[in-house]
Each structure stands twice: as C-alpha cells, then as structure tokens.
C-alpha cells in the first residue's frame, strides 16, 4: 500500500489512450510475456493466456484468463518503465489499489521481479493454507523477508500461529527450495524462541508433493512436535501420513568386488594405473572401479570397459591415453600446483577431502577399520546433495557415517542426517551383512555415529542450533580440521552434539 501510494496521480480523460498504447507496445517486444500480481500464479501471455486491454474514459480496462481463471483491472497509471518491464498502478474492487507487473521472461533483467513474484505468490498460499488447517489458531505474523542474521531465507516463507499458549512455526517451501525448507523452520523456531521469550511447540512444514519423503524420514529424529503438507500444481494442500516413514527407503544394493587383473584388458589396465603416482583406486560402486587423483575422477572401470575424461568421457582403447591423463592431473592437481588458480585443483573440494580421510580414518576415531569403506551406499534424494559420505566400520562392530563438507552449509547437519536414517534403517534389520558389505565382520544393529568433518573454520554458524534438535540416538560428533589439511591433515575442533566446540591449538 505505501509503495503504492508513490506512485505517479492516475491520469485524467484521454491518457487511457496512451496508457493502451504503452502496454501494447510493450507486449509486442516481448519475447516471453508474462503478468504478475502479488499473491496470484503468473499468467503466461504467450503461451496459455488471453488478454485485452480496452480504455474506459480515465482507465484502462485490462483484462487476462486462461483455463483456470480470469483477471480484471483498472489501470490509471504507469508506474514504472523499463526494457525488461513494465509496472502499472491499478485499482481492485472495492477501491483498493495495487500493482501489475508486465514482464519478459526472456530477459534476464526481469529475474528479480518474477522471483519477488513467486515469493510473494508463496507466502499468500501459506496464509491460506494456514488458515484452513489451523482454523482455530491465530497468525501472528508472517513474512518473506531475509534475516541474514538468523539464517533465515526469503525463497521460504514462514510464519506464527498461536492457539492459546500453543504456539506453532510455519514454513512454506516451493520445488527448487524443499530441500532447505527443514533446516528454515527449525531456524524459524529457534529464533521465535530466543526472541519472544516462549516455547515454540511445534513445526508445520508446506512442500511441493513429491518433495516430502526426507523431510518425513527426518522429522522422526527430531525432538520437536510436527505437522507435514504436502500441496499440488493448484495449490491445494492435503496432510501427510508421517507414521509410515520406513517405506520411503529404498533397498540396499547387493555388493559386487570389482574385478581383479585377470578379468579383461580394462581390468589389466585399472591395475597397472593403480601403480602411478598419486592414482587412487576405489571401490566406488558394485563391480566398480573409480581411478582418482586427490579424489577428483579420471576413469571409471563399469561393465568390463574403462572409461577415462574429465568432463566428457570416453571409452579407452588402449591405458596410453589414461596414464597420459593421470599424469597431466597429478600435475595440476597438488598442493604444490605450479597454477593455483587451475580448474583441475580447485575442483570438488569434498572429493578431495574425502580422499585425505579416507587414508587417514584415525584423525576421526583411532577404533575405525582402515577397510573396507564404502561411499553412497545408501539411496539419498538428489545426486547433487553437495556433500560426500563415507560408511566405515569401528573395531567393535558399530558402524560410524561421515558426512564431508569442506566449505560452509546451512543444510549438512540435516543433510547428514539424511543419510544416516538410510544407514540406521539397513543397519537395525540386518541389512549389510547378507548384501556383501564388511565380508568377514560383524555389523552391530544399533545406530550408527555420526561424524560431520570439514575444515575447523568452515562450519556454518547456524550448525549448533540444528544439532540442537537431534534426538539423543543420534550421535554425532563435528571433527574440523586445520586449513593446512591438503598438506599436513589434523583435527583443531571437537564438539558433540550441539555442544560448543574444542579448539586444540597445539602445532
């Protein structure tokens, strides 16, 4: 409304005529129109929707529908003018005054108002769901701004509802945001609690159907009260059943030893490759061979044939081109890089963190078995997680998750635990053992520990307070290391749970 209120007088008799002319000019440059409306899905004017705009006198009567619904506004005045859009002042019944945004969605520049769009959009949904699933409680407050200082996004809205002394954070999640959306509300709740002085005795969780399964899985972890939706491409919302979590975990793979050095040409190769310096093979996969320098892969051993690339792979003919690879990124990739800067060394820095630990198990737990160890033995939503695991096996059977990160992450705790709920469950029924995982040991049933590992200094600060929320079965310990660990890898910090962490100092 006080936006609003700046803008320009609604013109007088004979500007509607300009206004038309305006808009029409607009929309015949546009390579992909849109229009927005604050609070109401986009209307996508190339494509499914109609329109017209008609002067009325003082107005401009601009009308749009598609197979769902119709809009209707008077527009009195242009608000804003630029190549990428266009912002029209208009009147809503009842005399209420508002915006319409005309867009390219073509351009880049029109990005940040078809995202402040969808925001908006969001949060108008999250009123109205609220208002139907909690219809005896009352909204407090609601909002999409970022507050950097808690960690609190815009991409999810949230908001308070309080019955009485009960008080409930809500968040809202679209697609690309549902992976965070747990993380926000537990922050949500946090601050809600530190600032008003007062429990905040539950979570409600709105995400996008088809998004829900890990949230599920997770909130049985987690020491707070909760409520899921789910809603769909209508924004019609509907609860989810949380009791039946165990069903959303999948199978675990049968373990299959990659071949030896009698079992092909490619198999030959994979063995001779292992003899250069720095090549580091893997196990990566049933029946698979991973060849890597400081954890980043070269080649790849996969259904009897080798395929080597960094980027583009292909499919080796002969083991001169591979070694001739290896040797090239053996080069760059180094702590004594003669580049820096070089796209070689500063890719995936989990993986080669991952590979520092992998070799040196005893920086995090001196009771660890050097081997055998296994990554991604359990399916986790989305490949793109950002963080690199690895399951290994303590002297005593019980099975420890590490989850890798080496640079800041709101989401790894949750993400971690993620993993480990896939572990717990396979670990509880006996699941490893009759797969093929650790032959010749015995895997313990209880839950497994959990470790989260990354550099001392790269530790979100928002990491204590998710770990707050953790139910005591699940163990976890963050390990950091000093920012010499490419060279000389030692752990600085301890810290259980969500206790304060414990520097070592020492050199």
């Not at 299959?256 to 720095?278: F, K």
């Not at 690879?325 to 080669?352: G, V």
């Amino acid at each position: 409304m006080g936006a609003v209120a700046n803008l320009r007088k609604a013109p007088r008799a004979g500007s509607a005529a300009n206004l038309r002319a305006e808009v029409e000019r607009f929309l015949a440059a546009c390579h992909d129109p849109v229009l927005l409306e604050p609070g109401e899905a986009p209307f996508e004017l190339s494509r499914s929707a109609g329109w017209s705009c008609t002067s009325r006198g003082s107005f401009l009567l601009f009308e749009v529908w598609d197979e769902n619904r119709s809009l209707a506004r008077r527009v009195t005045a242009l608000a804003e003018r630029c190549a990428a859009r266009l912002t029209l002042a208009v009147e809503r019944f009842g005399g209420r005054t508002g915006t319409l945004i005309l867009a390219d969605r073509a351009r880049p520049e029109s990005a940040p108002a078809l995202l402040r769009g969808s925001r908006t959009r969001l949060m108008e949904m999250l009123r109205r769901w609220l208002a139907r699933q909690f219809p005896h409680w009352q909204l407090r407050e609601i909002s999409a701004g970022m507050d950097l200082e808690h960690s609190l996004s815009p991409a999810c809205p949230r908001a308070l509802v309080t019955l009485g002394r009960k008080r409930c954070a809500a968040v809202a999640a679209s697609e690309q945001h549902a992976s965070h959306a747990l993380s926000q509300a537990l922050l949500w709740a946090a601050h809600l609690r530190q600032r008003d002085g007062e429990d905040v005795h539950s979570v409600a969780l709105f995400l996008p159907a088809g998004s829900e399964s890990s949230a599920a899985l997770r909130l049985r972890w987690l020491n707070v009260e909760s409520r899921l939706f789910t809603w769909d491409q209508h924004g019609v919302e509907a609860p989810v059943d949380q009791a039946d979590s165990g069903n959303r975990i999948q199978d675990l793979a049968p373990w299959i030893d990659p071949p030896t050095a009698a079992d092909g040409p490619a198999a030959q190769w994979v063995h001779e490759l292992r003899l250069e310096e720095g090549v580091e093979a893997v196990p990566a996969a049933p029946g698979e061979w991973s060849l890597r320098i400081h954890g980043l892969e070269f080649a790849r051993y996969c259904g009897g044939e080798l395929f080597y690339g960094i980027g583009e792979r292909r499919r080796a003919s002969s083991i001169d081109p591979v070694r001739a690879l290896a040797r090239e990124l053996a080069r760059w990739r180094s702590p004594d890089s003669p580049d820096p800067r070089h796209p070689w060394r500063l890719a995936r820095p989990e993986a080669w963190l991952e590979s520092v630990l992998r070799r040196r198990l005893d920086l995090i737990d001196p009771l660890l078995l050097p081997g055998p160890v296994y990554s991604q033995v359990a399916a986790v939503e989305g490949a793109g997680r950002g963080i690199l695991d690895l399951v290994a096996l303590r002297r005593d059977g019980r099975l420890t998750v590490i989850e890798i990160k080496a640079t800041a992450d709101l989401d790894l705790p949750l993400q971690a635990l993620d993993y480990w709920v896939r572990v717990a469950h396979h670990a509880a029924r006996g699941g490893f053992s009759p797969r093929g995982y650790f032959r010749g040991f015995a895997v313990d049933p209880r839950p497994p520990r959990l470790v989260l590992a990354a550099p001392a200094l790269e530790f979100h600060p928002a990491t204590e307070t998710l770990l707050g929320f953790f139910r005591p079965e699940v163990e976890v310990e963050r390990v950091g290391l000093g920012v010499e660990w490419h060279l000389r890898p030692r752990v600085v910090l301890r810290a259980r749970g969500a206790a304060r962490p414990e520097w070592d100092d020492s050199p």
